[in-house]
T-cell receptor, first 110, second 114 residues
Framework: GQSLEQPSEVTAVEGAIVQINCTYQTSGFYGLSWYQQHDGGAPTFLSYNALDGLEETGRFSSFLSRSDSYGYLLLQELQMKDSASYFCAVRDESGYALNFGKGTSLLVTP | DGGITQSPKYLFRKEGQNVTLSCEQNLNHDAMYWYRQDPGQGLRLIYYSQIVNDFQKGDIAEGYSVSREKKESFPLTVTSAQKNPTAFYLC?????????????FGQGTRLTVV
């Protein structure tokens, strides 16, 4: 089977840095991606890691360790608008179905 | 503008009725997906399709049906066999292939059984 584990909730202060972890189990690995979803809205793609290491895109970075089946999303200089749910996702063993974790609800406080 | 469109945004259904949710994309994507979202459950895959006239069941396909007669369209029917259909339904599309996992989502349809 396949599973993705991430914390259900994280709270952080505006201007701070927060890390959202994701551990996965899958028989075929094709990379780890991250999505953001504001309340009631559509999820939007943030980043994708196929190889080990850190990918940086502005205030957001994503890290992958394939040997540990682990990745994280790092959000820097947090802003109130970053309050949202964040999902990690992987393809299934066929490489076609895209499966998501249960999501981490991030609350940014003043 | 290229994108993926779901309609309607809100839908009410009486118990025992079938209802069809629309999903159209003009991104020329081969792959399309349907997800169900309940509070605290994340996105659960209902069905997905890689090419026209072909689709596969996801984790929670029971009580749902789909068709893929055109590349642009992937409608989802919620049948009376689905015992708890009230949820937020999201449609997505992506390029074919395993290296690019960026999926584009519609704005969703919120279905309520009354």
């Amino acid at each position: 089977g396949q599973s993705l584990e991430q914390p259900s909730e994280v709270t952080a202060v505006e201007g701070a840095i927060v890390q959202i972890n994701c551990t996965y189990q899958t028989s075929g690995f094709y990379g780890l991606s991250w999505y953001q979803q504001h309340d009631g809205g559509a999820p939007t793609f943030l980043s994708y890691n196929a190889l080990d290491g850190l990918e940086e895109t502005g205030r957001f970075s994503s890290f992958l360790s394939r040997s540990d089946s682990y990745g994280y999303l790092l959000l820097q200089e947090l802003q109130m608008k970053d309050s949202a749910s964040y999902f990690c996702a992987v393809r299934d063993e066929s490489g076609y179905a895209l499966n998501f974790g249960k999501g981490t609800s991030l609350l940014v406080t003043p | 503008d290229g994108g993926i469109t779901q309609s309607p945004k809100y839908l009410f259904r009486k118990e025992g009725q079938n209802v069809t949710l629309s999903c159209e994309q003009n991104l020329n994507h081969d792959a399309m997906y349907w997800y169900r979202q309940d509070p605290g459950q994340g996105l659960r895959l209902i069905y997905y399709s890689q090419i026209v006239n072909d689709f596969q069941k996801g984790d929670i396909a029971e009580g749902y049906s789909v068709s893929r007669e055109k590349k642009e369209s992937f409608p989802l029917t919620v049948t009376s066999a689905q015992k708890n259909p009230t949820a937020f339904y999201l449609c997505a599309s992506s390029l074919q292939g395993t290296l690019n996992t960026e999926a584009f989502f519609g704005q969703g349809t919120r279905l309520t059984v009354v």
